[in-house]
């Protein structure tokens, strides 16, 4: 399953990758995130505590970054293990890219899930994605400009991508392995 969205930041996209490589402030905006370490320049461990309908559990996840290109793109991958609840595994594209005085943040995550995740449905999984995704893109916006706004991707793709073509590097390493965390944790 395919999860994209893109968020209108009026920060610099310096300023908003150092902030997606700062591992408090991801841990903040992350939903459920009880913990967020970085363990090398391009891992991360994350422990948190997610529920998909009747699934509840905590999910330990590992990302790993991945076509760094700072500060404009990166690739996360991650796997998450939550015990009986099931697994999920996935990768992430995040790209940052200026317009003027705005940065904007456009992801675009695939996901798979196993165990307990996958008896759940589909759409279940795919609904509790998305709107985690876009709570962890909301809160970050926030944390940068209290006015960020998110664009509709259908929006972005009549307006030709706005020179968006590059991949985010560890800034949305950081906001990849929030995707990922949260694909991982909800089985996408």
Avoid: H
């Avoid at 099931?86 to 695939?110: P, Q």
Wanted: proline letters at 3%.
């Amino acid at each position: 399953m395919d999860i994209k969205g893109e968020y209108r930041i009026a920060n610099t996209r310096d300023r908003v990758w150092l902030a997606l490589n700062d591992p408090e402030v991801l841990r903040r905006c992350i939903p459920g995130c009880e913990s967020l370490e970085r363990v090398s320049d391009e891992e991360m461990q994350a422990k948190v505590m997610a529920a998909i309908g009747p699934v509840k559990s905590r999910f330990n996840t590992t990302l790993t970054l991945e076509d760094l290109n700072p500060p404009a793109s990166y690739r996360l991958v991650g796997v998450s293990k939550g015990g009986a609840a099931g697994f999920g595994k996935g990768s992430a594209d995040v790209e940052l890219v200026e317009d003027g005085e705005i940065t904007v943040l456009r992801y675009d995550a695939r996901f798979k899930v196993g165990g307990k995740l996958a008896q759940v449905g589909s759409r279940l999984v795919l609904g509790a994605t998305k709107k985690t995704a876009d709570d962890f893109f909301a809160n970050f916006s926030r944390e940068l400009d209290p006015g960020a706004t998110k664009i509709e991707v259908e929006e972005a793709e009549a307006s030709g991508g706005a020179g968006i073509g590059r991949k985010t590097a560890w800034a949305v390493a950081g906001a990849a392995a929030v995707l990922v965390l949260l694909w991982l944790l909800f089985g996408l």
